[in-house]
């Protein structure tokens, strides 16, 4: 009986182990905080600043990044890390005139998602 009872604990705590082993990303992954973005007329080009913590920038990070304009994609760029710890600027070289609408996807590689929007405006001067 003693010799089937250790056993048994063996086991659960072999699973136990095994269970937090294959798992601790994904307690603690976040998905992206938040984004922002901003476009310039002149320059024709879109930055976008996606907020994701991470420790390990090559195990946790954004892995892609989709932008339409006007409900259209027109680009989806995917990525094996993430430059910074904090998160990440990029820019973006696409055409656009005022009153077209971007709507920019930043997906985590583990779990999550976030999207924001921006309507381009005429440059005041």
Known sequence: MKKNLSGLVFVCVFLFLAVCLITPQYA?????????LIYNLQTQTLTVTVTHPSTFTG???????????????????DYKSQTDKKGFVYTYKIPAVPNDIFEVTANCNIQG??????????DEK
């Open 59 to 77: 195990l946790h990070y954004i892995n892609q990044v989709k932008i339409s304009k006007n409900n259209v994609l027109v680009e989806k760029n």
């Open 113 to 122: 998602e976030k999207t924001a929007t921006l309507k381009v405006v005429k």
């Open 28 to 36: 603690a992954a976040d998905p992206p905080r938040d984004i922002t």
